[in-house]
Nanobody, 122 residues
């Protein structure tokens, strides 16, 4: 199946911004929905944002609405998560996923990247 690789994570101060990228190994990526999920220490993995195959439909967790934007560039086999107004509670390992429905439920997705750490300092 498709391999996914995240990049762009790092350490940022509260109120700052980061953009995560997810690059897929196969052009078939363009035919499937993709999403971003995160997991903080001691907590369950949760959905952050998902986008349909052509970018026409998006879904966000309430906790990130108005701050995060998911997008994709299928010509580059790449998805993005723009994160603005970051808060310490956004600190987590962020995963890119593909092969799921338009759902924020992690176990409905089938292909996952290795994760990229985002740490937001106070």
């Amino acid at each position: 199946h498709v391999q996914l690789v995240e990049s762009g994570g790092g350490l940022v101060q509260a109120g700052g911004s980061l953009r995560l990228s997810c690059t897929a190994s196969r052009s078939t990526f363009r035919h499937y929905a993709m999403g971003w999920f995160r997991q903080a220490p001691g907590k369950e993995r949760e959905g952050v944002a998902v986008i349909n195959f052509n970018g026409g439909t998006t879904l966000y967790a309430d906790s990130v609405k108005g701050r995060f934007t998911i997008s994709r560039d299928n010509a580059k086999n790449t998805g993005y998560l723009q994160m603005n107004s970051l808060k310490p509670e956004d600190t987590a390992l962020y995963y890119c996923a593909s092969g799921g429905p338009l759902s924020l439920t992690p176990n409905q997705w089938t292909a996952w990247g290795q994760g990229s750490q985002v740490t937001v300092s106070s």
